[in-house]
């Protein structure tokens, strides 16, 4: 019966250090921080973590206390983490929170997302961070849909004012360019032909993930800056990774 034993031997020392490597991770890779974020973890990474703790494509920087993460060129602050949901949520660093005059520097639509057309192949889609919350058809037909988790604040530079379209959010006072004879507004959603005016043009487009945007509801600029503020979220959910398989 040696056998059994040395079996049994090799099994527990297979458990062990399995066990142990997670452990040693866990133990060397304790959680980064940065200002408000307090939980930098795998994938996530600082760049001055050690070499082996997190993904480098899931880098972010410290900066004078604020944390954040280049995504197609452009810098955003990180709000916060997720990692519940595998979202990580953003805000263009050109929205202050007591200045509606304030708009984002950069224009983000779903359309920078590779997995916005190819969220049933993967394999051409191996950017770090997604439009979808689930990419792997399988979880997609367990949760029911594919799930977005922003909309889009479109804002429109009009040769005339907007009257007959309530969608069409009068940004005055907050952004004062109505003297050159040009109107601006902000729209929360998408931009549909039938909402579409002759004389309207779109300026730049940003993402919003905040809930207090409901449908059909009646805004003001001023709930829209709030929606900027509270910022988007994408997701690193990633099948390919195996970030998020559980
Ligand atoms: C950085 O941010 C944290 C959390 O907001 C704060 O407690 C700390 O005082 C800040 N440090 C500096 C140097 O600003
Ligand atoms: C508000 O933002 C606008 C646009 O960025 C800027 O011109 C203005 O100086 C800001 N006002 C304050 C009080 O910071
Ligand atoms: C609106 O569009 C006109 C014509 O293209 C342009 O001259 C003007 O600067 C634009 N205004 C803003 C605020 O983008």
């Given at each position: 019966m040696w056998w059994v034993l040395v079996v049994l031997f090799s099994f527990t020392l297979l458990l062990h250090r399995g066990s142990s490597s997670i452990i040693d991770q866990e133990h060397t890779c304790p959680p980064s921080y940065c200002g408000k974020i307090s939980k930098i973890s795998s994938p996530f990474r600082l760049k001055d973590d050690p070499k082996h703790c997190g993904d480098s494509s899931y880098e972010l920087a410290c900066e004078n206390n604020i944390t954040s993460l280049y995504l197609y060129s452009a810098k955003y602050y990180v709000q916060s983490i997720n990692y519940n949901d595998f979202t990580i949520r953003l805000v263009d660093p050109g929205v202050q929170q007591s200045n509606c005059s304030s708009l984002p520097l950069y224009s983000l639509s779903r359309s920078n997302f590779c997995d916005t057309y190819n969220h049933e192949d993967d394999d051409n889609c191996n950017d770090p961070y997604h439009a979808f919350l689930a990419r792997s058809r399988r979880i997609v037909s367990a949760a029911g849909s594919h799930e977005l988790p922003f909309k889009h604040i479109v804002y429109l530079n009009c040769t005339h004012q907007v009257t007959?379209?309530?969608?069409?959010?009068?940004?005055a006072p907050c952004l004062n360019w109505n003297s050159k004879g040009y109107s601006i507004y902000a729209m929360a959603g998408d931009l549909v032909a039938q909402d579409f005016q002759v004389g309207c043009h779109v300026k730049s487009v940003t993402l919003t993930s905040w809930s207090g945007l409901q449908r059909n509801q009646l805004l003001t600029y001023d709930v829209i800056h709030k929606a900027l503020v509270y910022g988007f979220e994408v997701s690193w959910f990633s099948c390919n990774k195996g970030y998020g398989l559980r």
């Open positions: 007959d379209n309530h969608k069409y959010v009068n940004t």
